[in-house]
């Protein structure tokens, strides 16, 4: 939701965002105890943010871990890192496109058609591995402003285009491989996102990093806005965040650096490769949402697109650009997934890895309708559909439970958006 405000110099509009997506930047409170409190007003008035998530997180961590022995084990945990890699990465770049209002069906194949392009260019071509994800990324940028295009230009319904791109984009794939083939995934760099580990000194190095640049950032940002002052959280809310992103990223730091190999003889320890670049992404996307102009105009957008035109916002150009940051993710997820799995097919980024990854941003917390997300949501969504798969493929139940689950799950929180959004229009949020 976004309102407009006129400046007195020459009429001119600027857009201010709705507390929805920036109230958790700016709320006062004097204690931690009303800032409680304001967030639980907050929930119940519609704005759930990531709760579902992590409530659901927390349900199914019990469940599985009391239904298998093995599902806590740390090979198991690390594997579960593994394969929520590609998820949360697709997920990532459709909170984009749907923090404007919009869909995009042939993310998933666009990841393919990336991936193949980068294969390809490493076995025939003999191309470096960097040129080669340059190439795929270039690929799949390319793809999304064409989307983008056609939805912000000639104003074809996204629905529309994204499911011609998606039937058209998996013929390309299979005229790039061709039928039945497929292409390996052999050099050791890409191969090693997924299969290979960082040293274990490195990660418990670039871990402290992490934890001590985000303190940092959030006592400076804290020290701001209390000398501008501005609306800020207590300095016990302040301090408790700082507390339990240490005690998240150091805890999963000193797991995933123990020896989690089953044979003796071959330790197997450090951090998957995968997991920094999800984090780097991480922190890059949610740098670009909340603290950059580009961020407001997305979300003033989604809000009210008619409002964030008479605003001064090229309405257009940031659907475009939306598009294109969504399938240059996507590009990204396609190659994870090629490593995973150790090559690329004619059904690379088809079935049902489009749903996964929309049912990802939506679990996480990001809105249907529009104006509503972060990044940090594709994560939580992604690790709560990859625990699907996982605990429920440790119990050998049959595919189709799988696909019950997950459907369920997705039509869960989906029915949570709707409920959280019309409560928000009724009490004025």
């Known amino acids: 939701m976004s309102t407009t ?22 709320t ?41 022995d093995r ?28 923090l404007i209002g919009q869909i995009d069906l042939s993310a998933g194949v666009a990841g393919g058609v990336a991936a193949a392009a980068t294969a390809l260019t490493v076995a025939n ?17 390319v793809i999304g402003v064409v989307i983008g295009a056609l939805v912000a230009r000639l104003g074809i319904p996204s629905f529309v285009v994204t499911l011609a791109f998606f039937l058209g984009l998996q013929g390309v794939i299979l005229r790039m491989i061709g039928q039945g ?39 400076l940002q ?27 990223v150091l805890g999963l730091t000193g797991l995933l650096s123990l020896n989690r190999s089953v044979n003796p003889n071959f330790p197997i320890t450090g951090i998957p490769w995968v997991l920094p670049l999800v984090v780097v992404l991480l922190l890059i996307c949610t740098f670009v949402l909340d603290r950059t102009a580009f961020g407001r105009h997305l979300y003033a957008v989604g809000g009210n697109a008619e409002a964030a035109r008479r605003a001064g916002i090229n309405v257009p150009r940031m659907q475009v650009y939306a598009f294109m940051i969504c399938s240059a993710l996507a590009a990204v997820s396609g190659i994870v997934q090629s ?29 249907l309708f529009g104006g509503k997300g972060r990044a940090i949501h594709a994560v939580l969504g992604g690790v709560v559909i990859a625990t699907i798969a996982n ?30 959004r019309r409560r928000r229009s009724a009490s004025g949020l």
């Open 5 to 26: 405000t006129t400046s007195t110099d020459g009429g001119a509009t600027k857009d201010s965002v709705a507390a929805s997506d920036f109230a958790h930047d700016s």
């Open 181 to 219: 083939g497929s292409v390996g995934v052999n050099d050791p760099v890409l191969r090693g996102l997924t299969i290979d580990t960082v040293p274990v000194t490195a990660g418990w190095v670039a871990a402290a990093l992490l934890v001590v640049a985000f303190a940092v950032g959030s006592l």
């Open 222 to 248: 804290h020290r701001r806005q209390v000398a501008n002052r501005l609306q800020h959280h207590p300095f016990s809310v302040v301090l408790l965040r700082i507390a339990t992103v240490a005690v998240v």
């Open 339 to 367: 490593s995973y799995t150790g090559g690329v097919s004619t059904a690379s980024g088809g079935g049902n890895t489009l749903l996964y990854a929309v049912g990802a941003a939506v679990i996480g917390g990001t809105s």
């Open 28 to 68: 006062s409170a004097a204690t931690m105890l009303d800032s409680l409190k304001g967030y639980v007003a907050r929930v119940r008035g519609g704005d759930m943010g990531s709760l579902p998530a992590i409530l659901g997180l927390a349900v199914l961590m019990v469940v599985f871990g009391l239904s298998n």
């Open 71 to 98: 599902f806590f084990s740390l090979l198991n945990m690390a594997n579960l890192v593994v394969q929520a890699g590609p998820i949360v990465l697709l997920a990532m770049g459709l909170v984009f496109v749907l």
């Open 125 to 141: 071509q003999g191309w470096p591995w960097y040129a080669a994800v340059a190439l795929g990324i270039l690929c799949g940028a």
């Open 391 to 420: 605990g429920l493929g440790l119990l050998n139940q049959a595919a189709y439970i799988n696909f019950l689950v997950t459907g369920i799950v997705l039509l869960v929180a989906a029915s949570v958006d709707a409920i959280s």
